[in-house]
């Protein structure tokens, strides 16, 4: 029984009178608790509704045409599982009600999901607190007199009081200064492996995901064009637009003097080209890249490679 | 050598009141500048680097001519232009914001908007447009984006656009502040390979503020690190990046992920404290946050020492860390 099992799965949103493909046959697993899949790519690629369809958040334009996401093999769309997943939102001050307590809101998961008591739930709350590192005495503390990155932990904590089968990161610490960023993921990656949760965290920044992660999704245009575990992701990237992408990162450990360009820009849900969707900004792009799109290729024991160079 | 400085400031002070929430009365002061001494060469970036409330984003509006300072002297070009600007200076200084959604007036086509610098100076329609072609191609754009509105156009092409309203001018020194942060990975490396020509070709000093380190690296030829107002640390950057005098610039490197599986992320960061308020400090300060910090850090603010030709740091322990 895998964590999380993704197969086949088509996002469609409902925009000028059609149904467009945002997510187009994705296949994605976690195969323990506690392991960590990043899901890496550029706005527009369609990796937020991913995320949203993992958690069963997709607002009411969207629907799933195709596939399915089984999580420990209750499939999330049927209303009659119970399954408990956890999102981790990027804007933590809109994630959290300001007229409640963060005592409050922690307690309020514990109340509603495990029927207990008030006080109980209050000093569980503490708890809570202390494991992500803020004083107990947060509790009785608006959202509005928290900093962003304490707003951050109280999120984590909320997300962890449920006991969640999964959690759903989107970008949770992008609004965060660097430094409380590296305490904040910290804190969630070492969380999440002690308690073995599985967890999806989804990013536009390779670099964090090389340190979080235990495997990479790499997604353009809807699709997931390269899968792999991170060391041989970063060792041996196989897809062009992953190879363009790692050199394209400026770095701060070492001195680039010139960044990898790939032209043009990420297409849009709609517009997505034929063929290959990356072939338009392709280095290596031959006549099949035009017309014939690449089926996923297996690479490793579990990873694949969307791309006609290899096959 | 002083004649190749372009761009220089003592002791720059914004700061800005407080006042009570009925009476008004002034209550104290937010030192968001204060008593900044800097200088940039002709042709150099100097790239000006902190985390949110700085001060570096106050400091750049007080550099383009946008906000007034408190106190200290601003010189451009060995004229001192604290409290007015010649007018035939004004082209010469230009800025480019972080957002190139709002950057651009949605009403207006990019014609209007990348013209309009010119027609404030008195150039003809027919100048100005011929003048806006030759700096869209500059940018990577072409004749046709003229015709278009902003909302046409991607966050890449947008902030294209505004670069070249700000070139138009011919200016010698631009602000630039955090203009790739909205920018996606790939769009932000065309970006910045692009100000990086630019620079080159048309004989360009840049302040280019940002809070990323790893852009900061890739841009810049000198650091300048900013913390509650004040420049902590300034050098040439390899010797910033590989030898960082100050703790706090040692801990904001370290914050940065590799991106590399294989290397170890060990960000050494002390525990979080507020920087915003900063009305009544004596002292350093970081020291409320410095691991290192001893009793002369709380009672006596250090000097910007020059450590070895270049390299500065505002601490009073660097030797000994």
Known sequence: MKPLEIKGLIIQYYVNNQ????????????????????????SGCGKTTLGLAVAGLLPSNAKIARGYIKVFDKDVTSTSNSIKIAMIFQDALTSLNPLLTVGEQIAEIDIHHFKMSKKKAFEEAKKRLAEVGLPTTFVSKYPHELSGGQRQRVLIAMAIAMNPELIVADEPTTALDVTTQARVLILLRDLVKKLGIPMIYITHDLALASQIADKIAVMYAGQIVEYSNKYSLFKEPKHPYTQALLSSIPRVDVDVSELHIIKGEPPTPGSFPRGCRFHPRCPLAFSKCFVEEPIPRKVSSYGYVRCHLYG | MDSRILVKTEKLRKYYVVRSKILKRVIGYVKAVDGVDLEVKEGETLA?????????????????KLLKPTDGRYIFKGLDITWSLPKELRSKIRIVFQDPYSALNPRLKVRESVIEPLIVQGYSGKEAVEKAIEYLKLVGLNEEHLKVYPHMLSGGQRQRVVIARALITEPDFIVLDEPTSMLDVSTQAQILQLL????????????????????????????????????????EKNNVFSKPLHPYTNSLISAYPPPDPEAIWKPEIPEESSIENTTNINGCRYADRCPYAKNICRREEPPLIEVIKGHKVKCHLYNLI
């Open chain 2, 48 to 64: 000006l680097v902190g985390e949110s409330g700085s001060g570096k984003s106050t400091l750049g509006l007080v550099l383009a």
């Open chain 1, 19 to 42: 149904w467009v493909d945002v997510v187009s046959n994705v296949d994605l697993d976690i195969d323990e608790r506690g392991e960590i899949l990043a899901v890496v790519g550029e």
């Open chain 2, 196 to 235: 990086k020509e630019i620079k080159i070709k048309r004989n360009l000093t840049y302040l280019f503020i940002t809070h990323n380190l790893a852009v900061a690296r890739f841009i810049a030829d000198t650091i300048a690190v900013m913390f509650a107002g004040q420049i902590v640390e300034i050098g």
